[in-house]
């Protein structure tokens, strides 16, 4: 399983942190409210309930009185219900109150003198009972109802969980938006890290952009200078080798050239000898040229029009092919705003490797996409790159599975590692997939196409 990122660990900490806050000060907040609602009306249904009491108490001053008359001229109107018991007769203004309204605990203890009141439920409604003795053989009860004081625990209940949401998501926000302000230098290094492995060494980090990151700023630039020397140390290495080898193979290949053409002089022995001779001192002045060429990759690429169209067709004629092969999309007017050797190079590299491996490409395209990306295309009829292969093929002194295949192939694992060099000095890149029915298609796509 994979774990959550730094980011998203923050924010849902502060949501959760947040939301923890939300709720205990939405239940404290709602424990107060409600306390504090339910104390002040029960101190008003009291008051209220003696106040009747005292009335019913005053029409109740004979044993002649008429209980329901005194009950009708009670002003409770629709929240209190009056209710009266009398020599354990009950009495009351309407018929759905009675007796089994009234708990019997509750109906002692004002029978036998003492004030009660009590939170029921009536009906599926809460009410509060307030019991007031009159008298040691009449009790009087009053029924006040508690549906609005409820209604409001509701709304309350609602509103605070609306709250203790709304101040998670404002929580998840704030740890987003902390995340993403501290992370911003750790983005810088990781942009610019990628900015690096493209190729661009020229990459620095501002140490003045953060006092606390100062320390990681300079480590990272003093890295990418140490790094930048080494590259360069070894280019130059490869080069000056490269360079100074290239006078004694020239004089090699010379003294080589002389004994393959005597070849008929000597015995079978000695020309099969000096034809390997001759044949690796060529393979090596190919190397040599290619680390040349590697090393040469890292100057800056010089852009200009160039009729690519052109120079596939050159491409093609060097290695004795049909120039039919070069199809050109029809629109565009066939000239690229890119470095005319690359290009070349990467044309050349291409056909030479369709020759090598694959008996020969079978098409080369070229294209210009609607974003100003020219795509070169070289298509094969080969035995194809293995998935496994397909980045493996570009990297340097790397020759794929067809080519160990082919024991008579000379090829130094360099071709293909200029191509993708060249393309990304150009910001572009390249590939290889297979193509239907059979063989492979190498895509190389360079920014630059004009209109």
């Known amino acids: 399983m994979n774990r959550l990122g730094l980011r998203a ?19 404290f907040s709602y424990d107060l409210t409600r306390r504090s609602l339910l104390d002040e009306r029960e101190r008003a249904a009291i008051r209220v309930a003696y106040f009747d009491a005292a009335i019913v108490r005053a029409g109740l001053d004979t044993d002649t009185a008429d209980v329901a008359e005194v009950l009708r001229s009670l002003d409770t109107g629709s929240s209190r219900r009056p209710l009266v018991q009398r020599d354990e007769r ?6 759905e109150i009675g007796a089994s309204s009234v708990p019997v605990e509750l109906q002692r203890m004002v029978r036998s003198g003492e004030p009660a009141v009590q939170r029921i439920r009536t009906d599926g409604q809460p009410v509060l009972l ?4 009159l008298s040691p053989t009449v009790s009087y009860y009053e029924l006040t109802s508690l549906r609005e004081v409820e209604q409001t625990f509701q709304l309350v209940g609602l509103t605070l ?31 610019a890290a990628e900015r690096i492995a493209a190729g661009d060494l020229s990459t620095r980090l501002d140490p003045a952009t953060d006092p606390d990151l100062t320390r990681l700023s300079t480590s990272f630039n003093r890295m990418v200078e140490q790094l930048v020397r080494h590259i360069e140390r070894d280019r130059r290495f490869a080069a000056d080798v490269s360079h100074e080898l290239r006078s004694p193979l020239q004089t090699l290949a010379a003294a080589a050239s002389v004994l393959d053409r005597r070849r008929e ?10 034809g390997l001779v001759a044949d690796e001192i060529a393979r090596f002045q190919r190397l040599v040229d290619d680390l040349i060429e590697l090393a040469r990759t890292e100057h800056p690429v010089q852009r200009e029009r160039v009729d690519v169209e052109a120079l596939a067709r050159d491409a093609c004629r060097t290695h ?3 120039e039919t092969l070069v199809l050109a999309a029809p629109s565009g007017n066939g000239e690229w705003l890119v470095d005319r050797r690359r290009v070349a190079q990467i044309l050349l590299n291409l056909v030479e490797n369709a020759v090598r491996y694959a008996g020969g490409p079978v098409e080369v395209r070229l294209t210009c996409e609607d974003d100003g990306t020219g795509v070169i295309e070289v298509d094969d009829d080969g035995p194809g790159v293995p998935e496994p292969d397909r980045e493996l093929i570009f990297a340097r002194f790397v020759r794929g599975r067809a080519a160990h295949a082919r024991a008579g192939t000379d090829g130094t694992g360099l071709g293909l590692a200029l191509v993708a060099e060249h393309a990304a000095a150009h910001g572009g890149r390249a590939t290889v997939t297979d193509r239907s029915p059979g063989g492979a298609r190498f895509r190389v796509e360079l920014p630059g196409c004009l209109p």
């Open 9 to 27: 660990r923050v924010t849902a900490a502060f949501a959760i942190g947040a939301l923890l806050l939300a709720v205990a000060m939405a239940l």
């Open 90 to 95: 009950w009495y009351a203004r309407s018929a």
């Open 130 to 133: 307030v019991g007031v003795p």
């Open 161 to 191: 969980t609306a709250v203790a949401i709304m101040v998670a998501g404002s929580g998840a926000a704030l740890g987003w938006y902390a995340t993403r302000h501290s992370l911003r230098p750790l983005t810088a290094v990781a942009d």
């Open 265 to 274: 002089h000597h015995d079978q022995r000695t020309a099969a000898a000096a």
């Open 320 to 322: 004795g092919l049909s």
